[in-house]
């Protein structure tokens, strides 16, 4: 049985930083494209960033890009969000998918969903 459990999320101001943080079991992690979705309040869930298996291929959305890092550790089968800058527009749950296929700069969860951890950027 996967578990995909999230973690790190919180209220920061405007400008600030979160790392979330996002651990993964009953897969095999290190062969597993691993990825960060979001969803804000009255806004339908949107793709955030991917890492392949070997972190040698790495996506982002438009919105986050050059504002986050997404990395993995897969003795520690998990994967984290680095997100720097951040703005009251990044507000919203953010999910850890643990399945996620990529082409081209379209990215789509494909497997296991985490119970999301909530990010609050204040103004």
């Known amino acids: 049985q996967v578990q995909v459990v999230e973690s790190g999320g919180g209220l920061v101001q405007a400008g600030g930083s979160l790392r979330l943080s996002c651990a993964a079991s009953?897969?095999?992690?290190?062969?597993?494209?691993m990825g960060w979705f979001r969803q804000a309040p009255g806004k339908e869930r949107e793709f955030v960033a991917a890492i392949n298996w070997s972190s040698s291929a790495i996506y982002y959305a438009e919105s986050v890009k050059g504002r986050s890092t997404i990395s993995r550790d897969n003795a520690k089968n998990t994967v984290y969000l680095q997100m720097n800058s951040l703005k009251p527009e990044d507000t919203a749950v953010y999910y850890c998918?643990?399945?996620?296929?990529?082409?081209?700069?379209?990215?789509?969860?494909?497997?296991?969903w985490g119970q999301g951890t909530q990010v609050t950027v204040s103004s």
């Open positions: 998918v643990a399945g996620v296929r990529c082409s081209g700069r379209d990215c789509s969860a494909r497997g296991s």
């Open positions: 009953g897969l095999s992690f290190s062969s597993t494209t």
